[in-house]
């Protein structure tokens, strides 16, 4: 179907499991230009359990993963829910959902979001659009980023858009194509580090500020392969398991150090990953709220202006893409970019759950 006008919810779960983004917005389409409205917008915040069953699933059985899978998709439905009944939203067009990442391998063809169970539609009564992710796997991409196709259509004023959550990630345009790549792990690592000092986060970066760099580990960190492929490239809870932490726990240093270093290197990396050191650099993502790790950013990049937009876009970016994402799907028009994610062809990608 193709409107002027689509009135959606947006919903994302990302990596660092600060909880479920939902964002009421409405989209306008005049001639070729995309304007859209933020209007309700809310975090739930996972509880306890629900943290220690997404951080554990990578290592589920396939029987584990489909209960996990059916679990999550009824509670996800309810938090939708709740969300449309707060706010009497009414008159949906559509509800465009990520759901949560629990595998991501598409080295091996692999890649999980939980919460895309068909039965999702009739749990929420509205048309539901999710499941992006798989399709591109298919056709030999990574399945991400997925996010820089609404870079380029609602942010093109800035040389560069950045998002800053479990891992970063940037996309900008080069030569007439949208690049983009996952550059490192981030709050996967910096909350996992502020747990053990018994606190969900590093507040404003407060504690790595306290800390001590530890060259060593810092080197070793910088000369992972990873950060010397070329993109397409994209990163899963798997390699913060399975590479950083086992890497950075060689190291017997205290928690503030490891912190402090471990900031360092993003920072480095966000350097190194922009083939430019000038222009704009449009960040969003809780990582935004690091005071001090925007510092380390702003010190490697000393030519690059750093653009923070008010707090709706700041938090509810990625919602506010993947509700664009679920209209294009809609619109049978390409969601996904072969420039991005590596695969044969730019295409339209995700499922649609109707109403029966």
Request: aromatic content about 10%; hydrophobic content about 40%; charged content about 20%.
């Amino acid at each position: 179907m193709k409107y002027d006008y689509y009135n959606v919810i947006g919903v994302m779960s990302g990596t660092s499991l600060d909880g479920i983004d939902l964002a009421h917005i409405q989209f306008h389409k005049n001639s070729y230009k995309w304007t859209f409205e933020v209007l309700e917008s809310e975090t739930v915040s996972y509880n306890n359990e629900w943290v220690d069953t997404l951080k554990s699933a990578v290592d589920f059985s396939a029987v584990e993963l489909k209960k996990t899978n059916h679990d999550y998709t009824k509670y996800l439905a309810s938090v939708i829910s709740s969300f449309i009944k707060k706010h009497t939203i009414e008159n949906l067009d559509a509800v465009c959902s990520h759901g949560h990442t629990i595998l991501h391998q598409p080295e091996k063809g692999i890649t999980l979001q939980i919460g895309n169970l068909p039965a999702i539609s009739s749990m929420i009564g509205q048309v539901v659009v999710c499941d992006f992710r798989v399709q591109d796997v298919l056709f030999g991409g990574q399945g991400a980023p997925l996010v820089p196709i609404g870079d380029r259509i609602l942010f093109p004023q800035y040389d560069y858009c950045m998002n800053l959550g479990g891992f970063s990630n940037v996309s900008y345009e080069e030569n007439g194509k949208r690049i983009a790549f996952d550059i490192s792990p981030l709050n996967t690592v910096l909350n996992f580090y502020a747990n053990q000092l018994g606190l969900d986060y590093d507040d404003k970066g407060a504690i790595s500020r306290s800390g001590k760099i530890n060259h060593s580990l810092l080197g070793e960190l910088n000369e992972l392969p990873y950060y010397h492929r070329k993109h397409p490239k994209s990163l899963g809870f798997e390699f913060v398991k399975e590479t950083i932490l086992p890497l950075i726990e060689k190291f017997k240093i205290n928690t503030e150090d490891k912190l402090r270093t471990f900031t360092e290197h993003a920072a480095m990396q966000i350097a190194l990953a922009l083939p430019n050191k000038k222009g704009s650099l449009f960040i969003t993502g809780g990582g935004a709220y690091n005071n001090f790790y925007i510092e380390r950013i702003q010190k490697h990049l000393p030519d690059v202006t750093i653009i923070i937009p008010e707090v709706k876009i700041l938090e509810f970016k990625e919602a506010l893409i993947f509700a664009l994402l679920g209209i294009l799907k809609l619109r049978e028009e390409n969601n996904v970019l072969s420039s991005v994610t590596g695969a044969i062809t730019d295409h339209c990608s995700g499922v649609i759950y109707n109403l029966k």
